[in-house]
């Protein structure tokens, strides 16, 4: 795996530490747009459909934390990914990368991840999904004042609810009773030993 921080030979993107507001969301497309070359991924079965460069289960989790531009959670909340990134974890990720978090706020330890902010300044966090949810828990509340720190973009954990990824999920969830019905097992089953509920 290689690590192409620090050139400058690329058109367009300049490796620099961008200053918070408006130039912060420009370096982060910016660092978005290096970050795609690589394509990395998890996964509970250790294979994918989709084209990657490499593969892997959590076994190799720090390795990829360490070598990671821009780290976006998307697993499913459960006994096994609940805390599993914590102090540790961000310690081993790139002083200037970028952590998002589409899934559930559980799964990144809050303390750890505002202290980790306030400590690597560009160090960024793009936080879609919170530890206390209107759906969820009947209200919002944050236990650290996140949205006051210049590294941080937050946003309402709704951003699956369209778009075109609506038609994506219903297509999904359709060929999933239609296996059930057929007698075929679902896709991406959770089992019992790992469901939160």
């Known amino acids: 795996m ?3 921080r620090g050139r400058d030979d690329e058109p367009g993107i300049r490796h620099t530490n961008y200053p918070h ?8 497309r910016q660092r978005f747009a290096r970050a ?16 990657t460069d490499s ?28 805390g599993l990134i914590g102090a540790r974890e961000l310690g081993l990720m790139k002083e200037n990368a970028i952590l998002i ?3 559930r706020g559980e799964i990144i330890d809050e ?3 505002y202290t980790h902010l306030v400590s690597h300044p560009h160090f960024f ?16 509340a944050m236990g650290h004042p996140f949205l006051d720190l210049p590294n941080v973009i937050g946003s309402p954990h709704n951003s699956a609810g369209g ?12 060929q999933n009773c239609r296996r059930a019905i057929l007698g075929e097992a679902p896709w991406n089953l959770i089992g019992p030993d790992e469901r939160m509920l």
């Open 125 to 140: 966090a793009g936080i879609d999904a919170w530890w206390v949810e209107p759906v969820r828990h009947g209200h919002f």
């Open 163 to 174: 778009g075109a990824w609506r038609d994506e999920y219903l297509r999904r969830a359709v």
């Open 55 to 82: 593969i892997a289960t959590t076994e190799l989790l720090d390795e990829m934390l360490r070598v990671a531009d821009v780290l976006v959670i998307s697993v499913a909340l459960t006994t096994a990914t609940e």
């Open 111 to 113: 303390g750890a991840l």
């Open 2 to 4: 290689q690590d192409n």
């Open 21 to 28: 507001g408006v130039r912060q969301a420009t370096g982060v």
């Open 101 to 103: 978090n589409v899934a």
């Open 36 to 51: 795609r070359r690589f394509h990395h991924c998890f996964h509970r079965r250790g294979a994918s459909d989709e084209p």
